[in-house]
Structures are given as structure tokens and as C-alpha cells.
């Protein structure tokens, strides 16, 4: 882990629940100058002390060293809120359906963004029975690959995993598929709509440039 508790989140939470050093410190069985010290970043809290502090402030151990508190928003609804998580040094794939503190290898590792298909990541849908075929037009080696393609509807999702020298061709079940994402380990995660009326042909486009002119022209019939 390369993060632990800040005296800034001691702090802000602190004044949150209205607490004076004394008060916190009392809650806790320290001194208030030790609250003080740790505030003013002149020492550490022990880490027996995590739960304790965490119980005083109202909130969790993760919250309280994330420096962040987590709102309960229920997202467990919508899988379309998907965030993915990659490890910079052993790959492995993390999928969370909202904002989590995620460590992997002593990373804390940040949700990452989603881009648009670009020329150099095409992707390309068509239907074959009830099934979405998908391709990318990619190179598959050792040192650039697609490692993951997940397919994403508001109730679930299918992640097909890939290694070098594979095809980068995957197939899903379509029942609801909004969204298809997929990651090249060294350009990042990519994303693009499922589009009614285009992605569900049996014969689909074949050119990207066609694909985007394709969208446009659906988003302007169906909205
Ligand atoms: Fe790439």
C-alpha cells in the first residue's frame, strides 16, 4: 500500500463531526496533542488505531485512508456505470460497479477512462444468430495486444480475456449488450456503443470511417 492516513483526512473529518482534538482524542484514548501531531503531519497514527479513529469519525478504515468519503448511491442497479481497473504490473483486471479504492501490487490504481474507437483500435460488430460477433483490427503480440473484451447491459456483463497471439475476435450473447469495452495494454481502454439497426446486422459495415457515419445517422433516426 502506498498510501496511509493523512492528517488532512484526520482533520477534515474530524471538523465534519464536529469533534475537537480533545474530544477525538478522549474517543480514542490519546492525548490531544498526539491528534495534533498527527494533523499536523509530525507523526502517523499506529495502525491498531485505524479502526478505532475510523468508529469516531463515522466512517470506514477505507474511507479514512482514502481521505474520501463514499456515498451509498446504490449503484449496484446499473452495471452501465462499470469502472475497470488495470494493474500496471502483473494486468490483472479489476471490475467494480462504482467508485472503489482498488490497490494492486502496491499501486492504488485509478479507474480508468474510456476512449472512443480510434483508427489504430477499429472494432467491428455484426450478428451472427444470438450471438454479437466481434473483431478488432489489432496486432496481437507480446508486447501489444488486446487483453480483455467485456460486453455490458444495465444487468450484466461478459468479460472475455485474451493473451498474445490469440485472434482478437471474441463472441457475446447479445440479451441487452449496450456497451462493448476493450483494453490494448499499452493504449488503454476503449469503448463504444452497441447501436440498434447497425451493430445487429447479420452483414456489417467493414470500413471504421463507415461504422461512424453509420452511428450518426442511427442516433439521428432513434435518438
Ligand atoms: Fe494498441
Same mark, same amino acid.
Given at each position: ?21 480533545? =474530544? ?10 498526539? &491528534? ?20 469516531? $469519525? ?5 474511507? $479514512? ?19 475497470? +481497473? ?14 472503489? &479504492? ?5 499501486? $492504488? ?22 450471438? +454479437? ?18 460486453? &455490458?447491459?444495465?444487468?450484466?456483463? =461478459? ?6 497471439? =490469440? ?9 441487452? &449488450? ?26 456489417? +459495415? ?7 457515419? $453509420? ?9
Amino acid at each position: 500500500m502506498n498510501q496511509y492516513v493523512t492528517g488532512a483526512a484526520i482533520k477534515e473529518l474530524r471538523e465534519k463531526n464536529n469533534l475537537t482534538q480533545l =474530544q477525538l482524542a478522549e474517543k480514542i484514548g490519546v492525548s490531544d496533542k498526539t &491528534v495534533s501531531k498527527w494533523e499536523t503531519a509530525k507523526g502517523y497514527p499506529d495502525i491498531t488505531l485505524l479502526e478505532p479513529i475510523a468508529e469516531a $469519525l463515522h466512517v470506514s478504515v477505507t474511507e $479514512l485512508i482514502s481521505g474520501k468519503t463514499i456515498d451509498n448511491l446504490n449503484v449496484s442497479s446499473n452495471m452501465l456505470r462499470s469502472k475497470f +481497473y488495470v494493474c500496471p504490473i502483473c494486468g490483472n483486471v479489476i471490475h467494480s460497479m462504482g467508485e472503489s &479504492v482498488i490497490h494492486c501490487h502496491g499501486i $492504488l490504481l485509478s479507474p480508468m477512462e474510456a476512449e472512443t474507437s480510434d483508427e489504430r483500435h477499429m472494432i467491428f460488430i455484426e450478428r451472427i444468430e444470438d450471438e +454479437y460477433y466481434v473483431r478488432i483490427d489489432h496486432t496481437m503480440t507480446k508486447e501489444h495486444y488486446i487483453s480483455f473484451v467485456a460486453a &455490458v447491459s444495465s444487468g450484466d456483463m =461478459q468479460v472475455v480475456k485474451l493473451y498474445p497471439e =490469440q485472434n482478437p475476435e471474441v463472441r457475446f450473447k447479445i440479451r441487452g &449488450v449496450k456497451k462493448i469495452y476493450y483494453y490494448c495494454n499499452r493504449d488503454g481502454l476503449f469503448s463504444i456503443d452497441v447501436v440498434k439497426g447497425i451493430d445487429d446486422r447479420e452483414k456489417s +459495415y467493414d470500413d471504421h470511417h463507415e461504422r461512424m457515419e $453509420l452511428e450518426k445517422t442511427a442516433k439521428k433516426l432513434f435518438g
